[in-house]
Nanobody
């Protein structure tokens, strides 16, 4: 059974930092594309960053230079370091493990709330 579980959300003031974690079980984060999505209030869920099995990383423009995705293969965990947070970063952050190219399915975590106050 594959599970991805996010943690690390919370409340922070503008300019602050948070680090989100996504712990996976039943699937190896090093062998699939891992991504972080964000769903702001009243908006659709959007991908903000992803890391492929080969280590290729991309970011949406709005978080470039502020957010960093990383992967710890030994802990089978993916992280999202978020710096210089802005109120528009507020939302529920979801971890996604896309294993469809490896014979798995597409897996979502339950989400973790991030609130940035002005």
């Amino acid at each position: 059974q594959v599970q991805v579980v996010e943690s690390g959300g919370g409340w922070v003031q503008t300019g602050g930092s948070l680090r989100l974690s996504c712990a996976a079980s039943g699937i190896m984060v090093s062998r699939v594309t891992m991504a972080w999505f964000r769903q702001a209030p009243g908006k659709q869920r959007e991908v903000i960053t992803a890391i492929s099995s080969g280590g290729y990383i991309n970011y949406v423009d709005s978080v470039k230079g502020r957010f960093t995705i990383s992967r710890d293969n030994d802990k089978n965990t993916v992280y999202l370091q978020m710096n210089s947070l802005k109120p528009e970063d507020t939302g529920v952050y979801y971890c996604n493990a896309d294993g469809r190219s490896s014979g798995y399915s597409n897996y979502w975590g339950q989400g973790t709330q991030v609130t940035v106050s002005s």
